[in-house]
């Protein structure tokens, strides 16, 4: 039951995320789910409003967030697969939490809509592959895509495992270096300003009239 809670509050959020909030996956799903099932213009109409739907229900999710903290949990599941004395999660017997682990296992390996992060979590670790793999084989004829090719160039940085790391504070030796900018700053400015002033360089700003102009253009014409 916790492995179960586990999963459904971590995979469920990675593996929704990217089909609905990610501009890659939603394209990617979109094709694959409505691109020739539905006609023109429906085939744009639906998709698009079930992902304002589901906007609402994501829109405040961190997807960093959300993939580190599914990322962390293959790895739990990966360290109880290799602790069980069988080939499922509780031996040689499937159950429902197998059912509930494979689909996501499944989505991340096969699906051109996961996050790349996943996929390649899940090729990392050989026993959540060969998994995948076996129950693929065994319990399904027909065979399964094989694994996106690694394009991430239009994915998040999230998606591909590029967390953002905060700023780090400043050190003393950074603040000294700041500091020692400043004063050079300022006193280049004042040598400057005493450069003009002690010189006696300055800039003179005159205007011209436009009505006295216009008056010598008038006497040049008498002459």
Partial sequence: LAFATLLQAKLDVATHYPTWVEKRGFSEFRKAAYGSQLPFPLSYIVPWSQRNEMAKLLGHIDGAKAYQGAVEVLSAVADRLRASPGRFFFGERPSSLDALLFGHLA????????????????????????????????????????????????????????????????????MRMWKGSQYWLAGAAAAVGSYVLLGGHYFSITTVDDDEGDGMDDDDDVQ
């Fill in 107 to 174: 989505f991340y390996r096969h699906s051109p809509v996961a996050a790349p992060v996943l996929r390649d979590k899940v090729e990392r670790l050989p026993v959540l592959a060969s998994y995948v793999d076996g129950l693929l084989q065994d319990l399904f004829s027909t065979a399964m895509p094989p694994p996106p090719l690694d394009d991430t160039g239009s994915w998040s940085e999230a998606a591909q495992g590029a967390s953002s790391q905060p700023k780090p504070a400043p050190t003393v030796e950074d």
